[in-house]
């Protein structure tokens, strides 16, 4: 279920920055993408829309994340994303809660991710008032083929992340044995910075069962440290399914949160989803709410 909500706090809005570690604590940084961009110049068309996992026919694509726009004492959360290939088009169709909907039009191709918009396949001069990054899949660390991770900003003051990756098929889906799978974890805390990390997701298909944790660290321009160990509890996974959903828990302050996702890939070789959580600013005991995405493999 997409969800739309208010978020008021106390502190000021922390900018996103480059994602470097800090000195205090033992979760990871999920990943590094490159520090967004100054406004691009005027649209033209000399770019091109992407061509993300080179599908041959239109596809509903599973999509999770957050667009985050800020606002005076808080920000306006929803997680409505969604996004679909359009073969006829040649275009990926991003649908995004404040930002409209428009194929992913690429203005910079760089080593690892592509940079651009969401443009009008009939007219890509039509652009919406987003940037994204979004990662190639198979040339970033995690060598991901079926899923990708994207960064959005807008001058509006709005930001998020999104994943999206091609479904695995119900009937290709493992009903037997077991498997772990490694993701990484990025998103955004209101009011408190980036958040990284790290989770573990353990399923056995037979059963139908799911179980795992997740460890997280906030950082900011300046500093990071560690949040803290959220367990999986009350997982929702039946043998055969597609789909997982649960909630966290840290035990060692009953702060809570939830995650839900989706396989994707031949196989349900990879998996993607989003999370909330809430958690303490370590500095001011501010209670804060994070907002991120996990894509990660079967190990």
């Given amino acids: 279920m997409k969800h739309l909500r208010t978020i008021v706090w106390l502190t000021g809005c922390l900018a996103v920055t480059g994602c470097g570690g800090g000195s205090g604590g033992t979760g990871q940084v999920g990943r590094v993408l490159p520090t967004p961009a100054p406004p691009p110049p005027p649209p033209s068309d000399v770019g091109t829309f992407a061509d993300v996992f080179s599908l041959d026919k239109s596809t509903d694509l599973?999509?999770?994340?957050?667009?985050?726009?800020?606002?005076?004492g808080g920000a306006d959360v929803s997680d409505d994303v969604s996004v679909h290939y359009d073969a006829a088009q040649g275009a990926y169709i991003v649908e995004l809660p404040y930002h409209g909907s428009g194929g992913f039009y690429v203005d910079e191709d760089y080593d690892t991710s592509w940079y651009g918009t969401l443009a009008n396949p009939a007219a890509p001069t039509e652009r919406q008032n987003v940037?994204?990054?979004?990662?190639?899949?198979?040339?970033?660390?995690?060598?991901?083929?079926?899923?990708?991770?994207?960064?959005?900003?807008?001058?509006?003051?709005?930001?998020?992340?999104?994943?999206?990756?091609?479904?695995?098929l119900a009937?290709?889906?493992?009903v037997t044995g077991s498997a772990t799978y490694a993701a990484n974890v990025t998103g955004l805390a209101v009011g408190g910075g980036y958040i990284g990390g790290t989770a573990d997701f353990l399923f056995n298909f037979?059963?139908?069962?799911?179980?795992?944790?997740?460890?997280?660290?906030?950082?900011?321009?300046?500093?990071?440290?560690?949040?803290?160990?959220?367990?999986?509890?009350?997982?929702?996974?039946?043998?055969?399914s597609t789909t997982f959903s649960g909630g966290l828990k840290d035990k060692s302050t009953n702060l809570?949160?939830?995650?839900?996702?989706?396989?994707?890939?031949t196989g349900a070789a990879e998996l993607i989803?989003?999370?909330?959580?809430?958690?303490?600013?370590?500095?001011?005991?501010?209670?804060?709410?994070?907002?991120?995405?996990?894509?990660?493999?079967?190990?």
């Fill in 256 to 265: 809570a949160g939830t995650f839900n996702g989706a396989f994707t890939g």
């Fill in 171 to 174: 009937s290709d889906m493992p």
């Fill in 62 to 72: 599973a999509a999770f994340g957050y667009d985050i726009r800020w606002k005076t």
């Fill in 206 to 240: 037979g059963a139908g069962s799911l179980s795992g944790a997740m460890e997280v660290s906030a950082y900011d321009a300046w500093d990071g440290y560690f949040i803290g160990t959220y367990d999986f509890v009350n997982t929702v996974y039946s043998t055969g």
């Fill in 131 to 168: 940037e994204l990054y979004v990662e190639k899949p198979l040339l970033t660390y995690q060598n991901l083929e079926y899923s990708t991770i994207a960064y959005l900003s807008a001058n509006d003051q709005s930001a998020g992340y999104l994943v999206f990756g091609v479904p695995t």
């Fill in 273 to 299: 989803g989003q999370f909330e959580f809430q958690f303490r600013d370590t500095y001011t005991s501010d209670l804060l709410t994070a907002y991120g995405v996990f894509n990660g493999k079967k190990q």
